[in-house]
């Protein structure tokens, strides 16, 4: 088990914020050499956004950064100079993998286009994610994590019937996360079509597809207009994520026998087989009815109480855990999921670690993220053969 699964494989990120780096950290995560290309002027520009320990700003310890940026190698690269984008280029020939996440015009502007790229090197796969694609009316458009939710129809769906939508995981930017995770997936399908043709490509991403590949029941729901219609557009479970003694639980009853579950655990037995409340869409219509029945006993009952009796009961229903609570969650530490890193100006920093278990070529934390321009002598020298004069001559002339 020395290897992991992508070891071999080199990836140059280009990414910036979450969607691209996101995606390239999957891959490193799992083995692969990859390369983080930033900017000299300050680096990605995640490195300013925090946590930040103390709530002091420092771009070396931004919690977002020191996340996405895991078991890469920082370099430094002025891409907006000929020198810097001839460099580039000599490190493209020698990549497997390009992810950028920049709008669809940047990258040609550069001269550094999927066209002039694959002629430099015709296996390269250059994974090219966005807000709208690189193609159609809307390709140039600026968008936002809150746009890419309203037009992919997170936003429709979320909210309190009676209150204006809301957006979905607040400031999260839950778009860039579920983009970079099918980036990351498309890219390995592409990286393993050249392994049987030769034959790079080029793979994109829109943000906004991504959203709404995450829909497909109120997608199909819209090409049935016929069904018989809920009495709120925005689907709300009843019951749902309800107030108990010590915080929120979230109880869902699906089916008839989960529904006579719950009425037995909060001595409701007399609703059990009752036509009005045992379906999801009667329970709806009848809401306030059902959760002026539910409330005296949830609040009588702390969210751990009501956990180990929904399970004994076999009943979905879960604390809502706050952040402190996912942290010390006996499962996900009992599976290696919170990981502590030991990060050189951040110190130690509790972070989510393994999205998978794979046993022979596990995930593994190999180094921390870096620091702006950690590995310039070693890609500079190594794999492009630029001495240290050269590289005291580029640092000198801002290229990198």
């Not at 460099?87 to 993998?97: A, G, P, Q, W, Y």
């Not at 029941?217 to 069904?227: D, K, L, Q, R």
């Not at 599976?335 to 278990?357: C, S």
Request: proline letters at 8%; hydrophobic letters at 35%; charged letters at 20%.
């Amino acid at each position: 088990m020395s290897e992991q699964a992508l070891t071999g494989i080199r990836v140059l990120d280009v990414g910036h914020h979450i969607a691209g780096p996101y995606c390239a950290k999957l891959f490193a995560d799992f083995g692969a050499d990859v390369i983080k290309v930033e900017s000299p002027d300050g680096g990605d520009p995640s490195r300013k956004l925090g946590p930040f320990p103390h709530d002091e700003p420092n771009p070396e310890a931004s919690g977002y950064f020191l996340y996405l940026n895991n078991n890469k190698k920082s370099i430094t690269l002025n891409l907006k100079t000929d020198t810097g984008v001839k460099i580039f280029k000599e490190l493209v020939k020698k990549t497997d993998i390009l992810v950028e996440n920049f709008s669809p015009k940047v990258m040609p502007k550069l001269g550094l286009s999927y066209s002039k790229l694959k002629k430099i090197n015709p296996g390269l796969i250059m994974t090219s994610i966005s807000n709208f694609g690189q193609s159609g009316p809307y390709k140039d458009y600026k968008a936002t994590d809150i746009v890419i939710q309203a037009l992919g129809g997170w936003v429709w769906a979320r909210g309190a019937p009676d209150r204006e939508p809301v957006r979905g995981g607040g400031r999260l930017r839950l778009s860039e996360f579920v983009g970079g995770m099918y980036a990351a997936t498309a890219t390995m399908t592409a990286y393993f079509s050249r392994l049987a043709n030769g034959t790079g490509q080029q793979v994109d991403i829109s943000l906004l597809e991504a959203v709404t590949c995450m829909m497909p029941y109120p997608s199909a729901y819209a090409h049935f207009p016929n069904n018989a219609p809920y009495p709120h557009i925005r689907l709300i479970f009843t019951p749902g994520v309800e107030q108990c003694k010590d915080g929120y639980i979230g109880v869902n009853t699906l089916t008839g026998p989960q529904w006579e579950g719950i009425c037995q655990m909060m001595g409701m037995e007399d609703w059990a087989e009752n036509s009005d409340f045992r379906t999801l869409v009667g329970r709806l219509f009848r809401r306030q009815e059902v959760l002026e029945r539910m409330h005296p006993w949830l609040m009588g009952h702390t969210r751990d109480e009501i956990l180990e009796e929904g399970q004994a009961w076999r009943l979905p229903v879960a604390p809502v855990s706050t952040t402190e609570d996912i942290v010390n969650s006996p499962q996900l530490k009992a599976r290696g999921y919170i990981v502590e890193v030991d990060q050189p100006v951040a110190g130690k920093v509790t972070q989510p670690g393994p999205i998978l278990k794979m046993s022979e070529t596990p995930w593994k934390m190999k180094a921390p993220a870096p620091l702006l321009g950690q590995h310039n002598e070693e890609i500079y020298g190594k794999l492009l053969g630029y001495n240290k004069e050269d590289l005291v001559r580029l640092r000198q002339s801002d290229i990198i």
